[in-house]
């Protein structure tokens, strides 16, 4: 008989505001989305960054290197509490990601804020190589990270290419 992985844990915010690697792996809430947790985690993230990055380019820099050494800690010790490699809640990679595509944008504008949203979004559904094979084969934090990492990398070079062709 075939044995069936266990249907990922249902948590609400009561559970993350209980153990704080949680409340952060899980966006601030917003990876409790009941459909496309990654998307309001993109969103929020984005939302969260804006006032930063207008504010101060160095504070951006900043939040971005720090947010990304702690990720691969946060993603791993939230998926080693759930008992799930890169539980579909854990969103923290994609605020990362985000983040890095807005701090190469050509511009800090509302059309290119929408633009890195929605280039983001489909590298990091879409998964080509090799974001979907590391997606697969890097395992723990540092693998929930990477492929986001990766994701956010093409988003830029896709962004940059609009910008090229366009301007």
């Known amino acids: 008989m075939v044995q069936k992985n266990p249907p990922p844990p249902v948590l609400s915010m009561a559970d993350l505001l209980a153990k704080p690697v949680l409340l952060l792996g899980f966006g601030f809430g917003s990876g409790l989305a009941k459909k496309a947790p990654g998307t309001a985690g993109t ?3 984005l939302l969260l ?5 207008l504010w101060s380019e160095w504070l951006a820099w900043t939040v971005l290197l720090l947010g990304t050494l ?3 800690f946060i993603c791993g010790q939230s998926s080693k509490l759930l008992g799930v490699h890169d539980h579909g809640g854990i969103v923290w990679d994609e605020f990362v990601g985000i983040w890095l595509v807005l701090v190469f944008l050509p511009e800090q504008s509302v059309l290119y804020w929408l633009l890195a949203f ?3 979004r489909v590298f990091d559904i879409w998964k080509p190589w090799p974001i979907g094979w590391i997606d697969q084969k890097v395992q723990g934090g540092f693998g929930i990270m990477l492929d ?3 994701a ?3 988003a830029i070079v896709a962004v940059w290419g609009i910008q090229w062709l366009v301007v």
Do not use: K
């Not at 960054?49 to 990055?53: A, D, M, S, V, Y």
């Open 118 to 120: 929605i280039a983001f």
């Open 152 to 154: 956010a990398l093409f």
């Open 43 to 45: 969103l929020l993230g």
């Open 70 to 72: 702690f990720g691969s």
């Open 49 to 53: 960054f804006l006032p930063i990055l």
């Open 148 to 150: 986001d990492v990766l």
